[in-house]
């Protein structure tokens, strides 16, 4: 199987910063697009950032600008910078990741989540 841990999540002040690191584990051919999102209490889900293997990003217009995505393909992580974070940025932040697996002699991709990490930024 595979295993998503993320790390780094915690409590900071207005404007301080944090950075997010999911580390991918286990029965890994290939990893496509890993991202991070996030669920505030009452909300949705919500997609923050993602990234292809090729590095091509998606960041959310609510977080351009101060968040950004990474990822070292060698360690099949992915990291969240996330800068001057604000109240509204609380949340708990999964980790999710398009991983390929190779079965006997045919290659599935399945849909993997981290077990969330919790971010709180006081005002």
């Known amino acids: 199987q595979v295993q998503l841990v993320e790390s780094g999540g915690g409590l900071v002040p207005a404007e301080g910063s944090l950075r997010l690191s999911c580390a991918a584990s286990g029965n890994i051919f290939s990893i496509k697009t890993m991202g991070w999102y996030r669920q505030a209490p009452g909300k949705q889900r919500e997609l923050v950032a993602s990234?292809?293997?090729?590095?091509?990003?998606v960041v959310a217009d609510s977080v351009k600008g101060r968040f950004s995505i990474s990822r070292d393909n060698a360690k099949n992580t992915v990291y969240l910078q996330m800068n001057s974070l604000q109240p509204r940025d609380t949340a708990v932040y999964y980790c999710?990741?398009?991983?390929?697996?190779?079965?006997?002699?045919?290659?599935?991709?399945?849909?993997?989540w981290g077990q969330g990490t919790q971010v709180t930024v006081s005002s």
């Open positions: 990234i292809t293997s090729g590095g091509s990003t």
């Open positions: 999710n990741a398009e991983i390929q697996q190779l079965r006997i002699d045919i290659i599935d991709e399945y849909d993997y």
